[in-house]
Every structure is written in C-alpha cells, then in structure tokens.
C-alpha cells in the first residue's frame, strides 16, 4: 500500500470507528448504513462532489459550508452529517472513500456479514448476483452482502475480492497472462 494511501486508511479507520461506536450506542446502524449508501452514490455520480472532497482549492470554511448544504439535501443523518462537518474543518474530508469502506466493513461485521467487492465487465443481473452470493456463502461459511462495480477494461468475467482472498476469471488478466508467457518463450 502506497503512503498516501495508507495515511488515508489511517484517518478513516479512526473516523470509522467513533463514528460507529456513536451510531451503535444510539441504535442506528440501519440509519448509518443508508447514510454509506447515499455517500457512496455521491462519489460515484458526482464529479464535483469528489472535486469538492480532494481539491486542496477549497478552503476548510468552503468545504465545511459545501457539506452542510449538501447533508441535508442528501438526506443524511446528523451523525453522518456533523463528522463529515468535522473532517471538512480537520482538511480530512479526502479520506471519505476510505470511510465508507471502513464503515461498510464495521457494519457488516457487527451483523455477522462480510462484504465481498466484486468487479465485472458487464452489469450483473439480480439473479447473477444471487447465484454469486450464494456461491460466496458457500466458502466464506457467512453471508455475504455484493458490493458491484463495473469496468469494461475487463473485457470479460469477475474480479471477485472476499476479504484477504481475490478471484481474478477476468479476460485482461488471461491476455496479460498469456502475453508473459509469450515473451519469456520469445
């Protein structure tokens, strides 16, 4: 893991943890969960919300504004909205990709879950995403909750990552395989 990426790691597994330890005692890990979802569709829909979260452009006070505009119209609770508030005024709000994993995992933990990040090349169906649920299941002995995400580059098949195990059936890899041994053979 690169050192940005670590320091990252750092500061949201701290945030991660109060902000979950907080939900937990208040009975609203189900809020909190919906609240990961909405800042998760955030990062992946809004161009300038993630501008918004790394661009050292902004200063703590516009960020801290930005935020507290934004949370309400989101429809995030005032947990999830006050230590996004916090972050913004700490210059921490980089690392809220970070978070929402690190909340994804304490929240799935706590219900007896593991969270698997699968990669695929195509959208899958419901019921592909039920087969490979159950599938997952089977080895991990818990229930397993998909999170998805696409990438063409694949070209074809799942990368699958189930904790420390990752399960690569993708065709790029294959290619890139074969390339390797093509020119070693060369």
Known sequence: MSEPASISSGIAARYATALFEIAK???ALAALEADIDMVEAALAESADFRDLISSPVYSREAQSAAVAALAPKMGLGEMTA?????MASKRRLFALPQLVVQLRDLIAREKGEVSAEVVSAKPLSDAQKARLAEAL????GKDVKINVSVDEGLIGGLVVKLGSKMIDTSVRTRLNALQNTM???G
């Open 25 to 27: 005692e208040a009975n």
């Open 82 to 86: 006050n230590t996004m508030r916090l």
């Open 183 to 185: 020119k070693e053979v």
């Open 137 to 140: 299941k089977a080895n991990a």
